[in-house]
């Protein structure tokens, strides 16, 4: 609805030590980014400008909305939250004044972070973005992100699983001057995110033992995935009345995870 996208969202308390499996350059230039951003005079003094925009791209589940609010909690920011999909609309001119609402209800919010998941369904490369309307809210993006708007203090955050999608004007810098690639975890990245998901559970020390090995037989598993099978896991040592999470939780909660990422919502009995 029109005031789910408009009202800035209570943010849960995710920090960056909550996102898992970051490259360590990605990490590195995400950080330095944050850091011009709060200290602008300085950063002005030595000729660099806070970036208007960023774009988050990778597969699904690997982290990027997670990214966003602890982008927006390192900034002590506002959190406008919504998806490009709820701007999609069949009148024309309402997806246009739905990212003008956004954006002004933003500007009087400050620190603000807009977060945009699923841009590609609003900043689609024109031909294929669904004809005049998604034009008209297309254009309407790119006059709030430079139209001549002062934007201190708001950074804008998109996410997309097909930035090949996206039209090349959004991309312009000025619009968007960082995309950071956010790929599926690898071994250590998974171990991570692993360690991060088994701080508050209660395993027992098999388990424990083998969270190496864990990291090392899950090659292919998002970062969801892996809370996924957590919380699988979970449950399933509670219905049998354990206290702890046992090995055969885990390797039941592998299969059930195996299965879901191709067949989730047919295929799961939890
Ligand atoms: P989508 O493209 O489907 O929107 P996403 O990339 O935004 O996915 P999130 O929504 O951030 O993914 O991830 C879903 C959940 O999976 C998170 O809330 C978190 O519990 C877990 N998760 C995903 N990636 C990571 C990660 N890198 N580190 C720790 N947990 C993660």
Request: cysteine-free.
């Amino acid at each position: 609805s029109k005031s789910a996208i408009s009202t800035a969202r209570p943010l849960p308390s995710i920090t960056l030590a909550d996102v898992g499996g970051l490259q360590p350059e990605i990490k590195q230039e995400i950080l330095q980014t944050l850091t011009t951003l709060k200290e602008p005079e300085r950063s002005a003094k030595i000729g660099i400008k806070p970036p208007q925009g960023i774009l988050l791209y990778g597969p699904p589940g690997t982290g990027k909305t997670l990214l966003a609010q602890a982008i927006a909690k390192e900034l002590g920011a506002n959190f406008f939250s919504t998806s490009g999909s709820a701007f999609n609309e069949m009148f024309v001119g309402v997806g246009a004044s739905r990212v003008r609402n956004l954006f002004q209800n933003a500007r009087k919010q400050t620190p603000a972070v807009i977060f945009i998941d699923e841009v590609d369904a609003l900043a689609g490369r024109r031909k294929q973005n669904g004809g005049e309307e998604g034009e008209k809210t297309l254009t309407e993006l790119l006059v709030q992100l430079d139209g001549g708007h002062s934007n201190e203090g708001i950074l804008f955050v998109a996410a997309t699983n097909r930035k090949d999608m996206l039209d090349e004007a959004f991309l312009r810098p000025g619009r968007i001057d960082f995309s950071f690639q956010v790929p599926l975890p690898d071994t250590t990245g998974r171990k991570e995110i692993i360690e991060i998901h088994a701080k508050g559970k209660q395993l027992s020390l098999e388990v424990l033992a083998s969270l190496d090995k864990l990291a090392e037989s899950t090659s292919g598993f998002s970062g969801a995935d892996l809370s996924s099978l957590f919380e699988t896991a979970s449950r399933r040592a509670l219905r049998n009345g354990q206290d702890l999470i046992e090995k055969d939780d885990i390797d039941y909660a592998i299969d059930r995870t195996v299965l879901g990422s191709t067949s989730r919502s047919l295929n799961d009995p939890d």
